[in-house]
């Protein structure tokens, strides 16, 4: 089994930072496409960045410049600094990838949700 677990959420102010973290554990063999999304109350969940297999990565329009995704192979670790911080960036978000595992002499990729992280941004 693989998880993923969110850190870092929390209250932001307006202009300020907040950096998540995005840890993967199990039986993992890989991280492949991974990502962030967010969902905001009433709203359906949306992409704010993500690196493709390729390695490029892909930032929401309303993200890009503030937001920076990076990655941690080593660890299995994703994370997302988000500086210049706006109310509208509240949300819950969350972290996915695609991993693949090792079980058997056989490969498996499956792709996988964090249980999500809230971020508040509000003076």
């Known amino acids: 089994q693989v998880q993923l677990v969110e850190s870092g959420g929390g209250l932001g102010q307006p202009g300020g930072s907040l950096r998540l973290s995005c840890a993967a554990s199990?039986?993992?063999?890989?991280?492949?496409?991974v990502g962030w999304y967010r969902q905001a109350p009433g709203k359906q969940r949306e992409l704010v960045a993500a690196?493709?297999?390729?390695?490029?990565?892909n930032y929401a329009d309303s993200v890009k410049g503030r937001f920076t995704i990076s990655r941690d192979n080593a660890k299995n670790s994703l994370y997302l600094q988000m500086n210049n911080l706006k109310p509208e960036d509240t949300a819950v978000y969350y972290c996915?990838?695609?991993?693949?595992?090792?079980?058997?002499?056989?490969?498996?990729?499956?792709?996988?949700w964090g249980q999500g992280t809230q971020v508040t941004v509000s003076s």
């Open positions: 996915n990838a695609d991993v693949t595992r090792a079980s058997g002499g056989y490969y498996y990729t499956d792709n996988y």
């Open positions: 199990g039986s993992i063999f890989k991280l492949n496409a």
């Open positions: 690196f493709t297999t390729g390695g490029s990565t």
